[in-house]
Nanobody, 120 residues
Framework: VQLVESGGGLVQAGASLRLSCVAP????????LGWFRQLPGKERELVAG????????YYEDSVKGRFSIIRDDAKRTVYLQMNSVKPEDTAVYSC??????????????WGQGTQVTVSS
């Protein structure tokens, strides 16, 4: 499965940003979808995930209440809505998918990543 992210860039702290990931899979509703980030010098971590049915979501503690994972089946796209961003959110963000998976993974398909940089 080939996933393609977009929407990264440079933003100021406190701003909002929405990342998009086009997932040309049919039907997208059978895939768990997630967003990972990799901070400089650290391992990749799961930021937000949604199980295949959309009934459960997961958010990493530091983004709870600020980030939302949203799936649009008609557009075969999953979004990461990022509000009130902080400098520590600076990272490369990647989307991931797993057929009939859970919100925590494991994920087996990845996008190439998009850089998000938050200035203070």
């Amino acid at each position: 499965v080939q996933l393609v992210e977009s929407g990264g860039g440079l933003v100021q702290a406190g701003a909002s940003l929405r990342l998009s990931c086009v997932a040309p899979i049919q039907p997208i509703g059978t895939y768990a979808l997630g967003w990972f980030r990799q901070l400089p010098g650290k391992e990749r971590e799961l930021v937000a995930g949604m199980n295949w049915s959309g009934s459960r979501t997961y958010y990493e503690d530091s983004v709870k209440g600020r980030f939302s994972i949203i799936r649009d089946d008609a557009k075969r796209t999953v979004y990461l809505q990022m509000n009130s961003v902080k400098p520590e959110d600076t990272a490369v963000y990647s989307c991931a998918a797993s057929i009939l998976g859970g919100e925590l993974g494991p994920y087996d398909s990845w996008g190439q990543g998009t850089q998000v940089t938050v200035s203070s």
